[in-house]
């Protein structure tokens, strides 16, 4: 397809205003799937993002679309506009580029706006925009691509398309009247916003003679065909037997197949200019296919890569233990496998007194936690525990040297001169009432307020700088109680910060339980160490001598509470009377035994330090 007919588009939308259900409804409208075959959600492939309703990998989809509209002006040809049929109708291609809901992946989302020239501002015109559009928004004007403002759900008797309409045209720019209005569900204005595509996104320009370079958007793992790369082509051209390389590494790969999705793979005899679609090279991990890097001719490569490319890093950290020490093997063979399909995920073995043999994982974020364990559990039938999910921190010695620790119970020893702490520039929007809570959480959550505007006189944007480690788990629900649900949070990370951060130890008996150190801020290290405190005194059973557990920064305790001994053995307590429920108790206490871990000399239930790591 020549340039001039391409139409590359993404929709930028929240959680839940409705991006599937659109995206769904322009498959049928344009006609590439029928509605009897129309799927919910045909485009979130994953058993969980269709069950949790999110969408966590990007992929395009070809439409054909037929249309009117006059194309705009092409800057390339000073302006002039192409020649249409007077009055006719013209078939233009519009590539769909799907992209990412969550915060942790805001570098994919980056790549798939960098494959566009125009994204669709999707709002529900029941709810107005949130954080997550807001920031994305803001990525895709970065980017400069043409943004076409639509309020969707008119449909339901709760919107409020005025409102938000204005909402909307003050933050952009454009006038109430260039706001459409659509319903995903029942397809009204969905015609409209595709001929609106075709007038106002700015067809793809790229140099059709040049060395071949296509930038990576997305790369999915199939079993059965290995690695599924999607690309957008900016120059030259690709074509199916070619051989071809990656730029950041200068590996090389022939072209097994290339083709494009409407919605199901199609094969192809190339791509040009401005093409989107998928290639096939048959390897077999996704980190051999980047997203971001920029995959070029092997036989005449380009001299320069495309800008962009970041290697993805892990921004939390958990240790992630199975329930039962003989799954070790299977935990670690589940891991290997999903590796092949998430280029972020990174792991190493490591052991804990109290866990035994498990690893040490690094992630993007919570969600991307969340995803990996649930489906290290599903898919694979583990059983797991995980420890208190922390960042990485820098640090510095007095010698000199210096250290990451990304494991807590891992902190060097010696003097510490700094320790330096990630930290993210948060984005929240609320309606305006909560600001004076919202700023209580976040100074509670040493957060710096960095600017506020108002979206209109009733919602609020607030920006922050917040550590991240304060924000990796609660902080979300945290603000969401607050706020009874209307506040929305986004975040990008910003670089580190110098903190005055100390390594609180938890010790039974005098003996360190691993996992169950922590980094916190010295302000709130006495507040960890009495809450891990008074939690292990309840769900550690009595033991035939009294056990202190004790927090501790260093040598120093900061908290104790006492275990008792236990007076009398367990038999004591049925006062001599009923033979069998002494046998059950028994019976009870021999099967306990085996779930015990030995911390020095004092017996844990596992289910102590499991329900001790989970943080209700
Ligand atoms: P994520 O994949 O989580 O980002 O969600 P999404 O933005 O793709 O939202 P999705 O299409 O899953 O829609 C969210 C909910 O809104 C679903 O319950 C839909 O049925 C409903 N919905 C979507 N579009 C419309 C619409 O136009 N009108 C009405 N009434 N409901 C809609």
């Known amino acids: ?58 992929q ?77 928004l803001y990525l895709a004007m970065e980017n400069d691509l043409a943004i076409i403002p639509v309020l969707n759900k008119i449909d339901l008797p709760s919107a409020q398309p005025e409102k938000y309409a204005e909402e909307i045209a003050g933050l952009i720019g454009c006038d109430t009247a260039d706001v459409l209005r659509v319903s995903g569900k029942t397809g009204e204005g969905v015609p409209a916003l595709l001929d609106r595509i075709v007038e106002v996104v700015p067809p793809p320009v790229g140099d059709a003679d040049a060395p071949a370079r296509a930038m990576i ?57 401005g093409e989107v679609g998928y290639l096939i090279t048959g390897v077999k991990d996704v980190r051999q296919s980047k997203v971001g890097d920029t995959v070029t001719g092997a036989h005449r490569m380009a001299s320069t890569a495309l800008g962009g490319y970041k290697d993805p890093r892990p921004m939390v950290f958990s240790g992630l233990y199975p ?13 290997d496998r999903l590796k092949l399909n998430d280029a972020a995920l990174v792991y190493e073995p490591e052991t804990s007194a109290a866990l035994g043999f498990g690893f040490r994982v690094g992630f993007l974020g919570m969600l991307h936690l969340e995803i990996v364990r649930e489906r290290l559990e599903r898919e694979f039938n583990l059983d797991l525990i995980s420890t208190l999910p922390n960042v990485e921190y820098q640090v510095r010695l007095d010698d000199g040297s210096t250290a990451e620790v990304t494991n807590p119970s891992e ?19 609320a309606p305006s009432e909560f600001i ?25 944007e607030m920006r922050y700088t917040l550590p991240l480690a304060e924000i990796v788990f609660d902080f979300f629900d945290a603000l969401k109680s607050r706020t009874r649900g209307y506040a929305s ?41 009495v809450q891990m405190a008074t939690k292990l005194k309840e769900l550690i059973p009595r033991q035939q001598f009294e056990v202190p557990v004790q927090a501790a920064i260093g040598a120093r305790v900061i908290a104790r509470e006492t275990i008792r001994a236990i007076r009398k053995d367990v038999l004591a307590k049925c006062y001599g009377g009923d033979i069998s429920r002494k046998r059950k108790l028994l ?13 020095g000399s004092v017996e844990v239930p596992q289910e102590a330090f499991i329900a001790a790591l989970s943080q209700d």
Not at 107 to 113: A, D, M, Q
Not at 254 to 264: A, N, Q
Not at 329 to 335: K, Q, S
Not at 443 to 459: A, K, V
Request: glycine share 8%.
């Open 436 to 460: 004076g809570t919202i700023m209580e959480l976040c100074q509670s959550r040493r957060g710096t307020l960095r600017g506020m505007d108002y979206l209109s006189p009733e919602r609020v």
């Open 217 to 273: 958007f997305d790369s999915v793992y199939d079993t059965y065909r290995g690695v599924i790369t999607y690309v957008r082509v900016i120059d030259g051209s690709l074509s199916p037997r070619e051989k071809i390389a990656m730029m950041s590494t200068k590996a090389t790969h022939e072209l097994l197949e290339i083709g494009v999705s409407s919605p199901e793979p199609v094969p192809a005899p190339g791509l040009g200019v």
């Open 411 to 429: 902190f060097p020893t010696g003097r510490v001169a700094s320790i330096t702490e990630p930290v993210v520039r948060g984005t929240i929007l």
């Open 489 to 529: 949070f986004d975040y990008e990370p910003d670089g580190e910060q110098e903190a005055d951060l100390v390594k609180v130890d938890i010790l039974l008996q005098g003996d360190t339980v691993d996992a169950f150190s922590s980094i916190v801020h010295r302000d709130k290290a006495y507040a960890y160490g």
């Open 323 to 335: 329930l039962d020490g003989s799954d070790y093997p299977i935990l670690r063979d589940a891991l």
């Open 587 to 599: 019976e009870k206490q021999k099967e306990g035994k085996k779930r015990m871990k030995m911390v």
């Open 60 to 136: 395009a989809v070809r439409m054909p679309w037929a249309s009117a509209t006059k194309e705009p002006a092409r800057p390339e040809q000073g302006g002039v506009r192409p020649e249409g049929s007077p009055g006719g109708l013209r078939t233009y291609v519009l590539n769909m580029i799907d992209t990412p809901g969550h915060v942790d992946f805001t570098y994919e989302v980056s790549r798939s706006l960098a494959a566009c020239e125009g994204a669709v501002l999707l709002v529900d015109a029941a709810q107005g925009i949130e954080a997550q559009t807001l920031a994305n």
């Open 1 to 58: 397809t020549p340039p001039h007919l391409l139409r590359n588009f993404c929709i930028i939308a929240h959680i839940d205003h409705g991006k599937s259900t659109l995206a769904d409804r322009m498959l049928g409208v344009t006609g590439i799937v029928e509605d009897r075959q129309m799927r919910a959600q045909y485009l979130d492939r994953m058993d969980i993002e269709r069950e949790r309703g999110i969408t966590i990998k990007s």
